[in-house]
T-cell receptor
Framework: AQSVTQLDSQVPVFEEAPVELRCNYSSSVSVYLFWYVQYPNQGLQLLLKYLSGSTLVKSINGFEAEFNKSQTSFHLRKPSVHISDTAEYFCAVSVTGNQFYFGTGTSLTVIP | NAGVMQNPRHLVRRRGQEARLRCSPMKGHSHVYWYRQLPEEGLKFMVYLQKENIIDESGMPKERFSAEFPKEGPSILRIQQVVRGDSAAYFC?????????????FGPGTRLTVT
């Protein structure tokens, strides 16, 4: 069975500082990896995804994540955060492409 | 193209009542998924449906919970005889036909409160 671990439940960071949100997964087969963002009282929005090809994937708002197969990780990074990045971030893994397994989420709080 | 729609957004039920949650997938999507999010927890998969078929219900509690996705109309998640532990946010997601590398598109959720 697949599982996803997000070790950091809460990450406070000052505005314009860099941030890394960690995600590790367990699977014996090839996976697809996703990061979703959830703003208060809203549904999840896809931030970025890794399906195949380049191990470094980027979003339009400055986030990036790197697939590391040997470490079974898919950490999310941003070099300089904004207040508007305050949200809950979920890492997810899929094998079939249909059923997703989500981590417990990381609450990112950007401090002015 | 409207996104995934869920209604109601907020639902209050007394213990023992029935809760009925609706989900309309994005246009052209025939795969629907239901998830439950408890406070301070991530999303837990409940059930995966295609039109008129339940494909995977491994995450559904064995009693009181049921789901359907009829040929016409929205998908329905039904919870009978609700208890306080059912209080949670319930999210629906959809994906297009045959998209094996899916990304899922999520609705805004229904927040169920059992009093």
């Amino acid at each position: 069975a697949q599982s996803v671990t997000q070790l950091d439940s809460q990450v406070p960071v000052f505005e314009e500082a860099p941030v890394e949100l960690r995600c590790n997964y367990s699977s014996s087969v090839s996976v697809y990896l996703f990061w979703y963002v959830q703003y208060p009282n809203q549904g999840l929005q896809l931030l970025l995804k890794y399906l195949s090809g380049s191990t470094l994937v980027k979003s339009i708002n400055g986030f990036e994540a790197e697939f590391n197969k040997s470490q079974t990780s898919f950490h999310l990074r941003k070099p300089s955060v904004h207040i508007s990045d305050t949200a809950e971030y979920f890492c997810a893994v899929s094998v079939t492409g249909n059923q997703f397994y989500f981590g417990t989420g990381t609450s990112l709080t950007v401090i002015p | 193209n409207a996104g995934v729609m869920q209604n109601p957004r907020h639902l209050v039920r007394r213990r023992g009542q029935e809760a009925r949650l609706r989900c309309s997938p994005m246009k052209g999507h025939s795969h629907v998924y239901w998830y439950r999010q408890l406070p301070e927890e991530g999303l837990k998969f409940m059930v995966y449906l295609q039109k008129e078929n339940i494909i995977d219900e491994s995450g559904m509690p064995k009693e009181r919970f049921s789901a359907e996705f009829p040929k016409e109309g929205p998908s329905i998640l039904r919870i009978q005889q609700v208890v306080r532990g059912d209080s949670a946010a319930y999210f629906c997601a959809s994906s297009p036909i045959g998209q094996g590398q899916g990304e899922q598109y999520f609705g805004p959720g229904t927040r169920l409160t059992v009093t």
